[in-house]
């Protein structure tokens, strides 16, 4: 069994398509997970929708706890972190990361930003090694692969790699920087560009995302079933 960690952080909570004002983020998170699904009933999907409930941003508190060594953490410092544990207790568990999330002011929402501060935690997703203090930082999800699928919306067009925006692209640069930190490496990106501009460039941008999806859907189905699957401590 492999297992899907699926997030949207979308602030429409609908399809596109299908609802009114609807995301198209959301849209091609589905249809990876339903193709998903439809070939591999056996697998595991775990659904975090940020963009509605969005993760507590870090605080002093959870600095402080944080930063605290385990065997001396006071229960209040527990409590400030049992939120973040979840949530890297998720990401740690799945072979199959799956991000919708649209290009908000260049970058990526609020809310997934939130996610990315919680899950980026010393002890837990990344090591520091002092006694190597040019390269400190030990990554401590590259204990096995694990794929990142980013599924994107954008309003305008030709913010992906090569186009003409792609230096005011900050969504999948800044997500992908933060899961290499901690050792997510495998990473795939698919975006539907043109929201703001509708007609046929739109209507084109999302036949070829949803073809674009389903094909990695197969692709990573073909990967993932050749070698041992990941059995949870």
Avoid at 11 to 28: F, N, V, Y
Avoid at 93 to 122: C, E, H, S, T
Avoid at 219 to 230: D, F, S, W
Wanted: hydrophobic letters at 40%; aromatic letters at 6%.
């Amino acid at each position: 069994m492999l297992r899907i960690l699926h997030i949207d952080a979308s602030a429409r909570p609908g399809l596109a398509g299908t609802d009114e004002h609807g995301s198209h983020s959301r849209r091609l998170t589905r249809r990876f997970v339903d193709r998903w699904l439809s070939a591999r009933t056996q697998d595991a999907v775990t659904y975090r929708d940020i963009g509605q409930k969005p993760p507590s941003f870090i605080n002093h508190d959870w600095i402080g706890a944080s930063f605290t060594p385990v065997e001396r953490r006071l229960p209040w410092m527990k409590q400030a972190l049992a939120e973040s544990d979840q949530l890297v207790d998720e990401l740690i568990a799945a072979d199959v990361l799956v991000i919708g999330a649209p290009l908000y002011n260049f970058g990526m929402p609020a809310a997934l930003k939130a996610w990315v501060d919680q899950v980026v935690r010393p002890g837990r997703t990344v090591d520091v090694d002092e006694s190597r203090p040019t390269d400190p930082y030990v990554p401590r999800l590259a204990d096995r692969p694990r794929h990142a699928v980013i599924l994107a919306a954008r309003g305008g067009v030709g913010f992906g790699p090569g186009g003409p925006m792609a230096h005011m692209n900050h969504l999948e640069p800044n997500l992908i920087t933060a899961l290499e930190f901690i050792g997510i490496t495998r990473f795939h990106r698919i975006a539907i560009e043109g929201q703001e501009i509708g007609g046929e460039v739109l209507a084109r941008s999302v036949d070829e995302g949803l073809q674009q999806v389903d094909r990695l859907v197969d692709e990573l189905q073909t990967v993932l079933q050749t070698r041992p699957e990941h059995q949870p401590a």
